[in-house]
Each structure stands twice: as C-alpha cells, then as structure tokens.
C-alpha cells in the first residue's frame, strides 16, 4: 500500500507543480487554489508512504519521477526548450535513484 501511496504522491506532486506554473505567481485564482489542494494531498501521500518506505528511497524515487513527469509536461504543454543535456541530465537522475533502490 505504501508504494501505492507514493504514486499518488508523485502524481499531485507533479500537478501542483503544473498548476503552480499556471498560477502565474499566485496571480490566477484557480490554479493558485489547485496548486494548494493538490500541495496537501501531496505530502499527506508522502507522510503515509513514509511509514514503511524508507525515507532516502522514498524521496528518490518522489523527486526523481516528478522531474521526469514535469519536464515531459513542460516540454509538451509549456514549450520548454529540450537538448542532449538536458535528456542527459534527467536520465543520470533516474539512474541514480534506480541505484538507491538497488542498494537498498
């Protein structure tokens, strides 16, 4: 259940970042309100994730599939620029927090 927990985390994660860029700076009410809730629903995801799923695995695993979903998201959906090193750069990450797993 935690693993499940903490899918749900990443996934409010990355659309309250999402949300949060609509915002413009908190300027625009309903994205600044989803970008709160979803905030929230978040880290409650991630306090019950926290419980069984130790803390260096589960925040790897949290931050490293929030980069990866909210670059795909800025790319598609806000026309962010994409080259070699940023691919590069994202895929180290995963890489990385792949190896904690291992470890683990």
């Known amino acids: 259940m935690s ?5 749900l985390a990443i ?12 915002s413009n700076g908190f300027s625009v009410l309903l ?4 970008t709160i809730i979803t905030y929230i629903l ?3 995801f991630l306090s019950f994730a926290l419980k069984t ?3 260096s695995v589960a925040y790897a695993i949290w931050s490293a599939f929030g980069i990866l979903l909210i670059s795909i998201i800025g790319i598609i959906f806000f026309h962010e620029s994409i080259n070699f090193i ?8 995963i890489f990385g927090t792949v190896g ?4 683990h």
């Open 11 to 22: 996934i409010f994660e990355t659309l309250g970042t999402t949300a949060l860029k609509m």
């Open 53 to 55: 799923i130790d803390v």
């Open 100 to 103: 904690l797993k291992l470890a």
């Open 42 to 44: 978040c880290f409650l």
């Open 31 to 34: 994205p600044s309100v989803a």
């Open 3 to 7: 693993w499940l927990y903490l899918v």
């Open 86 to 93: 940023k691919i590069i750069s994202i895929l180290l990450i």
